[in-house]
């Protein structure tokens, strides 16, 4: 039956997408992962792996993390209401507010993150008590991966926050740990369908605004602006993201992620280098971002000067290297 978007009600949530697949541990060798996954790049979902990790919730990450200073992204709500193409920042480009972890705890309790959209994205965890976890690394070697391109990364946010639709250069691997996230993903091929904004705001914005997000609001696209967006829902998938499921999401896919429910949600991932070389070589999307990086070599430099010509320089370059 052919798919219908309707647009009366311009709205992609009750659009039936494909269901990326699932795999249990039971059936996973890191030889068939690699043949039926990571060779072409496919996403898949793999259960079971993390069955004995313990409960992500607030009061264990206060414990582990509490004291530590981490950058928390301020999106708050308003920027939603403007096109993306509006927008000066995005992502890792979002200004961000130094404070402890215990504090965004207390701010996740009293709803004051929901309504500010504050965010902890995509915060390293080398150097925490939270940079070695066994469970994870077994999981990762039965999955074969080897060669890690980062440390692990903690994504927490309240309910319903959304990380824009975008792609990264690199392999991830998403992993759920508290709460419930919907990942809706599209192919590298659906790049132009989805309007990515121009590496040409490398050279006005840096990193702050990368050509790497889509100018689409995938839940309410703006059909007449953006009319080849229909077209890239036909090669959409969806999956809903529970506790203890790891998401391959390869190089150069587009995802967006949004948090589910009305309480806090937890994940971590690692990105990793793409192989076989010869579909990290193949994948436009990942050149298409050095390219940018390239552009944005000036404003790059300038930062980093301005940040330790600063007062407070070690939090600048500390901003900085996130940012990276
Ligand atoms: O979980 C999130 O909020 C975003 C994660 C993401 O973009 C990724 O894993 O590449």
């Known amino acids: 039956m052919e798919k219908k978007f309707d647009k009366n009600n311009s709205s992609s949530t009750n659009y039936s997408f494909q269901k990326v697949v699932r ?29 004995s ?19 928390f992204r301020v999106n708050g709500w308003e920027r939603y209401n403007q096109e993306k193409s509006q927008w000066s920042n995005i992502g890792s480009g979002v200004e961000s507010r130094s404070m402890t972890f215990r504090k965004y705890a207390q701010m996740l ?8 959209d504050i965010y902890l994205g995509r915060c390293s965890l080398k150097n925490t008590p939270l940079e070695n976890i066994s469970e994870l690394k077994q999981a990762e070697a039965q999955m074969g991966f080897k060669m890690p391109a980062t440390s692990l990364n903690l994504w927490v946010a309240p309910g319903n926050h959304v990380a824009p639709l975008h792609y990264d ?16 993903l599209f192919p590298p091929s659906q790049t132009y369908n989805l309007y990515p904004l121009s590496i040409l705001n490398y050279l006005r914005y840096g990193l ?3 050509g790497s997000y889509s100018q689409v609001y995938p839940e309410r696209p703006d059909l007449v602006k953006f009319p080849k967006f229909e077209q890239a829902l036909s090669h959409g ?23 589910l429910g009305d309480g806090f949600v937890c994940s971590i991932n690692r990105f990793w280098h793409v ?6 070589i193949t994948t436009w999307n990942k050149w298409r971002l050095h390219l940018g990086a390239l552009m944005a070599a000036p404003h790059i430099v300038s930062a980093w000067f301005t940040a330790i010509a600063s007062k407070d320089r070690k939090q600048k370059l500390r901003h900085l290297v996130q940012r990276l």
């Open 237 to 259: 998938y969806e999956v809903i993201l529970k506790p203890g499921e790891i998401l391959f999401i390869p190089a150069g896919w587009w995802h967006e992620v949004t948090s």
């Open 53 to 71: 990790m313990p409960t992500w919730d607030l009061d264990f990450l206060c414990e582990k993390l509490g004291d530590g200073e981490y950058p």
């Open 208 to 210: 702050k605004l990368r």
């Open 109 to 116: 309790r009293s709803q004051e993150a929901y309504n500010n």
């Open 169 to 184: 250069p690199m392999d991830g691997t998403l992993i759920q740990l508290y709460g419930s996230k919907r990942v809706l």
């Open 23 to 51: 795999i249990n541990k039971t059936s996973l060798t890191p030889e068939n992962f690699f043949q039926k996954y990571k060779f072409d790049g496919i996403p898949v979902v793999v259960t079971g792996l993390l069955d």
């Open 275 to 280: 192989l076989p070389l010869l579909r990290a």
